[in-house]
Structures are given as C-alpha cells and as structure tokens.
C-alpha cells in the first residue's frame, strides 16, 4: 500500500470522525434545550 494511500485513508478517518463528533454535539445541545 502506497504511503500515500495511507495518509488519505487517515485524513478520510479523521474527517468522518470529525463529522461525527460534531452530530453528536448538535444532538446533545438540540435535546438538552
């Protein structure tokens, strides 16, 4: 696997992360209100 493959491959897990994390404290700050 090229090494750039794996620097994509982690920017990508970052972001969906990321991403997730924010729903989740949308969610949080939408049910607490």
Do not use: C, D, W
């Amino acid at each position: 696997m090229p090494l750039s493959n794996i620097v994509r491959v982690s920017h990508h897990i970052t972001y969906v992360a990321f991403k997730l994390n924010q729903g989740v404290t949308t969610t949080k700050s939408l049910a607490s209100e």
